[in-house]
């Protein structure tokens, strides 16, 4: 009986990945306020790192959604102030 109903539920949890890439984007802005959403230009990018104007450091494992990004593309990104260097720590870069 209870695979049966997990089975049933299991359909109405099933999202697109874009929808739950929003719904995971909400829910980080909404938990904490130090998160800040910032929009710039990738500046630098190699194969594990990149710039966004300059400033802002992001590893490629928070670029979401597998895209490729380009030096001159523009980005969002959401961030947090790192504490021990004060400046932003990306969490999520799109």
Do not use: P
């Amino acid at each position: 009986m209870l695979r049966f109903i997990s089975r049933a539920l299991a359909s109405w949890r099933r999202m697109d990945s874009s929808e739950a890439e929003k719904a995971q984007h909400l829910r980080l802005l909404e938990g904490d306020t130090k998160l800040k959403t910032v929009q710039g230009v990738v500046t630098k990018f190699c194969s594990d790192y990149g710039l966004i104007d300059e400033l802002i450091y992001f590893s490629s494992d928070v670029v979401t959604g597998n895209v490729l990004l380009k030096v001159g593309q523009k980005v969002t990104a959401v961030v947090e102030e790192d504490k021990t260097s004060h400046g932003l720590k990306v969490i999520k870069v799109r």
